[in-house]
């Protein structure tokens, strides 16, 4: 069955360090999400890509953030120099159609450590 | 925005028992209204979803039903079994957004 991929599993950081968090969705999907969630709280939605550009993003996604589709099959978020409080497990996700058409798929997460 | 909020945030029950996961939402104009499974180490899984036309909808032991009025929906689980146990989280998708809004989870355990 085809599935999300995410790198790495788990990642640990220096307070201001630049990270990337990499996703391979799954192959014939147009729409592409990034959501994060704190340790003990809700997933929460970050940003929605599509035909290569940002459809939507939410408050959280300020200007550290940035994603991009470099080539065909990845699908990167970048956070430009990182906060405590930006600890949190990321979830890649991708859809064949918009979520509300079609069955949103997840990773298995990336967990970021920020010291 | 979107807010969504579920309850209970634990749920215990014994094995062959029902479960009821109960959330609601504050957006009128939200049409999507799916349910996720996250089990320990793992990403949320979509187990079953409802849109705004439809009032019920069933696959096996599992069933959602939407009240548009009351604005709420509900999970149900039927027959529990031990692999249920997990994390499960209700989502809506508010009317022109891409995004879903998440409830806080609610922590299923099954009692042998």
């Known amino acids: 069955e085809p599935e999300v991929t995410q790198t790495p599993s788990h990642q640990v950081t220096q307070m201001g360090q630049e990270v990337i968090l990499r996703c391979v969705p799954i192959?014939?999907?147009?729409?592409f999400y990034w959501y994060r969630q704190i340790l003990g709280q809700k997933v929460e939605f970050l940003v929605s890509f599509y035909n290569n550009e940002i459809s939507e993003k939410s408050e959280i996604f300020d200007d550290q953030f940035s994603v991009e589709r470099p080539d065909g099959s990845n699908f990167t978020l970048k956070i430009r120099s990182t906060k405590l409080e930006d600890s949190a497990m990321y979830f890649c996700a991708s859809s064949e159609a918009l979520a509300s058409t079609g069955e949103l798929f997840f990773g298995e997460g990336s967990r970021l450590t920020v010291l | 925005g979107e807010n969504v909020e579920q309850h209970p945030s634990t749920l215990s029950v014994q094995e062959g028992d029902s479960a009821v996961i109960k959330c609601t939402y504050s957006?009128?104009?939200?049409?999507?209204f799916p349910w996720y499974k996250q089990e320990l180490g793992k990403g949320p899984q979509l187990i079953i979803d409802i849109r705004s036309n439809v009032g019920e909808k069933k696959d096996q032991r599992i069933a959602v039903t939407l009240n548009k009025t009351a604005k709420h929906f509900s999970l149900h689980i039927t027959e529990t079994q031990p692999e249920d146990s997990a994390v499960y989280f209700c989502a809506a998708r508010g009317g022109g957004a891409d995004g879903l809004t998440f409830g806080k989870g609610t922590h299923l355990i099954i009692q042998p």
């Open positions: 957006d009128s104009a939200s049409n999507y």
């Open positions: 192959s014939n999907h147009l729409y």
